[in-house]
Structures are given as C-alpha cells and as structure tokens.
C-alpha cells in the first residue's frame, strides 16, 4: 500500500491509524460509538486493567473482585493517604464508575476484605449497573482505568467471549 497521498496538491503519509479508521466503517453500529467514545479518551490506550470475568463477577453477588496488584498499583496509589489507610482496614469508600460505552457515572463501593481473602472488590451496585445491564457473561474482558483528573474508574468491555458454536473449524 502506498502510503503516499496528494490532496489538494498536498503530499499526505496515511498512517496506520487512518487506514484503520477507514476499516472502522465496516463496524455495526454500536462498535462505531464505542470506538468514538474510547477516541475522546486523553491518551490512546487507557486500561491499565484488564479482567476477564470470572462467574462469581456476573452471578448476581454484586460484586468485581480486582486483582491485587493491579488496584494497588493503578487505583489506591492514586488516593489520599487518609482514604488509602481506610481501604487497608477494610472500610469501603464510595467511587465514581464511569461507563465507558454509555458516557454514564455511578457510584460503587470500592473496598478490600481484609479478613479474609485480602482482594479489593467493586460493590455496591456493580451487578445492576455494569454487569446486568451491558449483559456481561463469564468469559467477558472489561478494561478499567483510573483518571485521577476525573478521580474516577472508567470501565469499559473489551472482549466479548466467543460462543463454542461462533468458532469454525
């Protein structure tokens, strides 16, 4: 492909963004919006989280279990001392959620069991607002990110799970 364009009797370069944006016309409709959306994020690749959903995330206990590491590193270093000491005695403290898809806020309970299994959760709300409602199954991938200018955790579906019977052989 030549990359070369002239325009108006201006040389252009297409980069690899523009060829790929020019594919995003094929997208349905939803995966248009969602690429819109994740195009006005300030920075190109914004999840520093990824999870893949297990079951006990989307059956009904209404709550995202985290992995350690990644809400230590990518949420609560983030956080005023005083609200990080909190987490780590296990008081929830209420976040805004942000909708990636939908342009939508929330609030959860952002918190760590400190008794037992020592894991950071999203409660309060998650399985109404997120995984009910975007229908999200196990097998999932959603991304999360904190935007500490928003002081806020965007979530987002990267990967729906594929369907044994969508797959060829």
Known sequence: IN????CAGIKK???KDARKSKKRRSLSKEEKRAARVLAEVPHPHPWTMAKTLSVSDVNGLSRLMLN????????VSYLPTDVQENIQQGIGIEITAYDQEKGTEHKLVFKRHVNTSKSYVLNGGWSAVFSKKKKLVEGDTIGLFWNNTNSRLHVGVLQRKKDEKDLVC
């Open 13 to 15: 370069n297409i980069t």
């Open 3 to 6: 990359s070369n364009v002239t």
């Open 68 to 75: 350690t590491v990644d809400a230590e590193t990518h949420i």
